[in-house]
């Protein structure tokens, strides 16, 4: 069993910086692939992120390839540095945890485990 819990969220300007981290309990943390998605009001949830269980590969949706950087430290913290931001990239983000440790799927439904969300407001 994994729990996870984001912070990290708030209101920046456009072209502003956030970091968020996820902070991870369980023992299996560190064999599990960890994934960042986002949703915005009306939309359904996307995928920003993932980085596998030895954090040698990263992968990240065409939207925020070159802005956001995914990182984890196995002292069950991840984390999700997100530079340039943009007025699209408002929602709420969660960490979702997949116990497959070389996942590379982009789907939210093959990730097991799941925070509760903080909310990222970009203003233009």
């Known amino acids: 069993q994994v729990q996870l819990v984001e912070s990290g969220g708030g209101l920046v300007q456009a072209g502003g910086s956030l970091r968020l981290s996820c902070a991870a309990s369980?023992?299996?943390?560190?064999?599990?692939?960890m994934g960042w998605f986002r949703q915005a009001p009306g939309k359904e949830r996307e995928f920003a992120a993932a980085?596998?269980?030895?954090?040698?590969?990263t992968y990240y949706a065409d939207s925020v390839k070159g802005r956001f950087t995914i990182s984890r430290d196995n002292a069950k913290t991840v984390s999700l540095q997100m530079n340039g931001l943009k007025f699209e990239d408002t929602g709420v983000y969660y960490c979702?945890?997949?116990?497959?440790?070389?996942?590379?799927?982009?789907?939210?439904?093959?990730?097991?485990?799941w925070g509760q969300g903080t909310q990222v407001t970009v203003s233009t």
């Open positions: 980085i596998n269980w030895s954090a040698d590969s």
């Open positions: 979702a945890a997949d116990r497959n440790p070389f996942s590379r799927s982009r789907n939210p439904a093959d990730y097991e485990y």
């Open positions: 369980g023992r299996a943390f560190s064999r599990y692939t």
